[in-house]
């Protein structure tokens, strides 16, 4: 009894072998090439917010996007992690300290025609509105 089980064993390999061998697979492959020389670069520098209130992000990669997002307004957010949060605002002051610090003030509408102003130096929050901050 063995050998007849092996021998159909047998048969039916050689009968999907006999079956698959003249198989043949053939494709053809068609794709997008870009000719053009392009760089890229990672850059050391986070985007920062323009004097129009947009987050100023260029195609290179921003390492702020390698850490997870601001998910509150807390001190040492970026400039566009506000933007994310609070979203664009009314106004935007971008100074150079005498150190050579960038020095940004975002201001937005407050309740009852008030301003809530948030301050950032070298694109990192250090003052926010009294109440804005939940602990």
Not at 52 to 76: I, K, W
Not at 99 to 113: A, K, L, T
């Amino acid at each position: 009894m063995k050998s007849v089980g092996s021998r159909r064993i047998a048969i039916g390999l050689a009968i999907m072998a006999g079956g698959f061998g003249g198989c043949q697979v053939e494709g053809t492959a068609t794709g997008v090439v870009n000719n053009s020389i392009g760089t890229f670069r990672a850059s050391n520098v986070e985007a920062v917010i323009g004097p129009d209130g947009q987050c100023e992000a260029d195609v290179n990669l921003d390492p702020s996007t390698l850490r997870p997002p601001a998910t509150a307004v807390r001190p040492g957010i970026t400039e566009c992690d506000l933007v994310r949060l609070q979203g664009r605002p009314q106004d935007v002051v971008v100074a150079d300290l005498p150190d050579g610090r960038r020095s940004v003030e975002m201001f937005y509408p407050g309740n009852g025609g008030t301003t809530r102003g948030y301050v950032f130096i070298a694109n990192r929050l250090v003052s926010t509105p009294p109440g804005t901050l939940k602990e």
